[in-house]
């Protein structure tokens, strides 16, 4: 049947639907929802790009549910260092960055725990304290394989509505015999002009007549990235509360020295808050993998694989800000001067000036300490012809240990005007300090907040699986069936100052709180009154070329300044103090654990036959499964609060806290369906429905309630809760594609996708008593309605060997498109016309890739458009601008095994930013910089 002559017509058959698909994609509001997956096909050795695209392309042909994959180039080598980075070449799939390099994903637009990951079928633990995958953390050079199954199977977890994501490492027995495999490269960074060392091993062989083999892997990585960015919030807007909920900026446009009515009150293009902050950032990666493969006959076959993946980062922030309106808690508000307005009679330039004109220094710092690992082993045991039987066990671990160490530290200095034109044409308003911050001048003590939260996950995976075979052949292929217990169990620590503002207001706090103090170092500014922080604490700024790239004015680097002695100093003020309000402690409000066990079993019967002589594939499976919440945590004595007449506490007696725990279950039954036709060996089409689930946030499953006697509603106190009884969210999805794979590493495809999720969880208010006193609370349950999500995918790969001449026909093309959309079903909702927080309508990867005489080289642009980031930020809603980011790689071969490489990340140093309701109100931009690395590669 794989006749060339019958090639052509096919291949214009193809183009005509792909055609029909792309286009009614874009008109598609409402469908059902379904995925596909993949067979379990051994992965063989592929060296090279063209060799990773066959592999690709050869696994998903040969698979009959809907799935994509990145196979690594070689043996230690993926396609990109990063593997979210990666995974964004796959159609679909869109990411996040932290400090420019990707992070966690979005498949379909869908993120947020809406994704399952797991490592070789295992569910794979996370430092995460939610449900995200952070994919930093595990280096690339460990991965062999990354599978994404965008349509469930009943062999496969459940739990994702986006999709399923499978890291799979190597087998040794896999190799073609003794194998090693080194790398080395120095990685510089344009921003810190930093040059850090990345390293990486793997060593394997089989023994034993190839019954045995053992492989190991190991990685090393240094870095240091620095971010330079710009953020902003408040932008007055009468059409979005202004007026009602806030003041607008008060500018004296008389110049007669004080604001005389509301007439001298305006909208502001200027925003209410201004950052410029200074990130830098040291990660350091150590991983290492370990398998063990003994095949003793061709009857047994047991595996033992373990991963380890330690991956720090510091996480230093060096920022300042200021306000430019009139707030309660700024005292002595500087005069608005010299105002000019554009022709929204928006606020588009002024002065601050005046004794009260401050200047906040600031010093936030976010580490990270993980540790990742999972060991697993699986024995598959063919008992006979007819039945194959499975055991797979694994236990995996991830920890972000976080005592207290994230630091937020505010000082108050104090300058003689700010000048902020935003009346230049530039993205950026040029911002001018006079005189510019030093480590020389006197700054106030304000603001010293430690804080953070320890994470500790825990899975254990047990699976029994077993496959029947039929003895005689006909429409039954096979049946799979098997049964699963996953335990995850998530906690987290809490930690935080008692009272950050302890040494603020120039002692007004110690002296309520009763303690003794040397005021001799308090200084008044203004209505200021603040202690005087030494000169020793402060260290001039480390940072120049400040934003780099922007064609404004942003003020000149500044000083930070050293946390351990600034705590001495506060120490020397009064030392019990400053531990006990200013040290992070345990907060057990904020600690708690959950577990989740899942049993589940399934039936998956595999079909294939020929409908017109063309053969097809159809797996029809039902997966059923209880899931037992446990649920532990502290709750505060709720019947020791007694309101005064203010609606206060009298005491603090009810913030003493119980320890509580509460369990709670519910079953779900998910029917599936793939169907594979081959129209022809190379034209397929496939098809996809099944039902799905996303489990609810970790947070909503908390014991957890937190009241507040300052925010009022309906005349009740306002209370935040946890619910460990909500249950997850459901989903019906469907997928149709067709595909055409017109060569090893040529294909293109194209398909429909749609998911009708039946209703979100969402916080709903409704008063309730606890104790003695009503509230007003705010408890996670599943909503009323759900939303539509569908869309289309294309994707091409051409080489073009056998179309151009020497040298030339070492080119090739690689290009996906997506297209989403979504529609909420509830009424409020869908009038404001916003898609799903974080989800991109149109995105696309575009892949021009070179390999001829031993060189290879490969160009990488990755585009999204404009999504959502709050819904109801202060001013209307707050969007990131679509981004495009330009990769780069190349290699050449000195001799037959060693090759010097080169690759460099965002090539163009494209900015990433954001606005609030009109795109020339920018709420924040960033700076990350190009990354290159120079290297040497051996394998043998």
Do not use: C
């Not at 993949?38 to 695209?53: D, L, P, T, Y």
């Amino acid at each position: 049947m794989n006749n060339n002559n019958r090639k052509t017509g096919h291949s214009a058959l193809a183009l005509a639907i792909y055609s029909a698909l792309a286009s009614s994609a874009v008109y598609a509001e409402e469908a059902d929802g379904a995925k596909s997956t993949q067979e379990s096909i051994e992965v063989v050795e592929v060296k090279g790009i063209r060799s990773s695209i066959k592999e690709s392309l050869f696994l998903k042909q040969n698979a009959t549910a809907v799935v994509d994959l990145v196979v690594a180039d070689d043996i230690g080598k993926f396609p990109d260092e990063n593997l979210a980075e990666a995974l964004q070449r796959i159609p679909g799939i869109t990411i996040t960055r932290n400090g420019g390099e990707g992070q966690k994903i979005l498949v379909r637009g869908m993120g947020s725990g809406y994704n399952v990951t797991t490592l070789n079928g295992r569910k794979l633990a996370s430092e995460d304290a939610g449900r995200d995958f952070n994919y930093d953390t595990i280096a690339s050079e460990l991965v062999n394989v990354l599978k994404v199954y965008k349509s469930p199977e009943a062999r496969l977890i459940e739990g994702g509505i986006g999709a399923i994501i499978d890291i799979e490492t190597r087998k040794p027995l896999a190799l073609d015999g003794f194998t090693v495999s080194a790398s080395a490269k120095g990685i510089y960074e344009s921003r810190t002009k930093d040059t850090n060392p990345h390293a990486s091993f793997i060593i394997g062989d089989k023994l034993d007549d190839d019954t045995f083999g053992v492989l190991f892997s190991a990685v090393y990585s240094k870095k240091t990235l620095r971010e330079d960015s710009y953020s902003a919030a408040g932008f007055f807007d009468e059409d979005e509360g202004w007026g009602a909920d806030s003041a607008g900026v008060p500018v004296d446009t008389n110049n007669n020295g004080k604001i005389d009515s509301v007439d001298e009150i305006f909208a502001s293009k200027i925003p209410s808050y201004m950052y410029f902050t200074n990130a830098q950032d040291t990660r350091t990666r150590l991983g290492a993998t370990l398998a063990l493969q003994w095949r003793p006959s061709d009857q047994l076959d047991v595996n033992f694989d373990a991963l380890y993946s330690r991956y720090n980062t510091d996480g230093h922030k060096y920022q300042i800000g200021f306000v430019n309106y009139d707030e309660s808690w700024t005292p002595g508000t500087p005069l608005f001067t010299n105002a000019e307005f554009d022709e929204l009679n928006r606020v588009v330039a002024m002065r601050q000036s005046g004794d009260a004109t401050m200047v906040e220094l600031l010093n936030l710092s976010e580490p990270r300490k993980t540790d990742t690992y999972q060991i697993g082993l699986n024995t598959v045991w063919h008992y006979s012809p007819s039945l194959k039987i499975t055991a797979d066990l694994a236990y995996s671990e991830a920890k972000n240990q976080n005592a207290g160490d994230n630091r937020f530290i505010v000082a108050r200095g104090f300058v003689d005007s700010i000048d902020i034109n935003y009346n230049t044409g530039n993205l950026l308003p040029d911002v001018t300090l006079a005189p510019g911050l030093t480590a020389d001048q006197d700054y106030g003590a304000h603001y010293s907040l430690n804080s953070g939260t320890g994470v500790t996950d825990k899975v254990t995976d047990l699976k029994l699986f077993a496959q029947y075979l039929p003895e005689s052949e006909g429409l039954l292929a096979s049946v799979d069936f098997g049964v699963s217990y996953i335990k995850q169990s998530k906690g987290q620590n809490g930690f935080r100052s008692s009272n950050p503002s302890q040494f603020s207001r120039g002692g007004f706090y110690l002296n309520r709180d009763g303690y003794q103090f040397d005021n001799s170092s308090v200084f008044n500014r203004g209505e200021f009154e603040l202690f005087k922080i030494p000169t020793n604490v402060f260290v001039p700024a480390n940072f120049d070329n400040f934003l780099d790239g922007e064609n404004s004015v942003s003020p000149e680097p500044w000083p930070s300044f050293d946390y351990d002695k600034l705590l001495a100093y506060f120490r020397s003020l009064n030392s019990a103090a400053a531990d006990k309000s200013i040290v992070a402690s345990v907060q057990k409000a904020d600690t708690y654990e959950v577990s989740e066990a899942v049993t589940s079993a399934f039936v998956q019967a595999n079909l294939q036959d020929t409908i017109a002589d063309m053969p097809f594939n159809l797996n029809l499976g039902l997966r059923a499964s209880k899931t037992t919440i446990d649920s532990m945590g502290y709750l505060y004595n709720f019947d020791a609060i007694v309101l005064d007449d203010a609606n206060k506490p009298s005491s603090n007696e009810w913030q003493k806290t119980t320890y509580v725990t509460h369990s709670d279950d519910y079953t779900s039954v998910l029917p599936s369906m793939n169907f594979k036709l081959n129209i022809e060996d190379d034209l397929v089409f496939r098809s996809s429905v099944a039902k799905v689930l996303s489990r609810p946030a970790l947070q909503y499953l908390r014991i957890w309630a937190a009241p507040n006697f300052t925010t009022f509603k309906e005349g009740l106190p306002t209370l935040s809760m946890g619910n460990p009884g909500v249950e997850p969210e459901k989903a019906v999805q469907a997928d149709f594609t067709l595909e055409w794979y017109h060569g090893d590493t040529n294909s293109i495809s194209g398909g429909l996708f749609f998911k009708d999720i039946e209703s979100f969880i969402s916080k709903t208010d409704r008063a309730i008593t606890l104790g003695q006193n009503s509230y007003y609370a705010s408890v996670p349950t599943a909503g009323q309605y759900g939303a539509k999500v569908s869309g289309a995918e294309f994707a091409l790969s051409q080489s073009f060997d056998e179309y151009l001449p020497e040298p030339f026909n070492g080119f090739g093309v690689q290009f996906n498109y997506t297209y989403v959309k979504s529609n909420y079903d509830d009424p409020e909702l869908k009038a404001k016309g916003l898609p799903f927080q974080g989800m991109s309508k149109n995105s696309y990867n575009a892949v021009v890739y070179y390999e001829q005489y031993g060189f290879q080289a490969r160009l990488a642009y990755n585009w999204r458009s404009r999504y959502l980031v709050d819904p109801e930020a202060w001013g209307g809603p707050a969007w990131i601008k679509d981004y495009g980011q330009l990769d780069a790689s190349a290699s050449y071969d000195i001799y037959e095994n060693i090759s010097i490489f080169a690759e460099a990340s965002n090539l163009t140093n494209n900015r990433h930013w954001g606005y609030v309701k009109r795109d020339d109100q920018v709420s924040n931009l960033e700076r990350f910089g190009t990354q290159i690395a120079l290297g040497i590669r051996g394998s043998f």
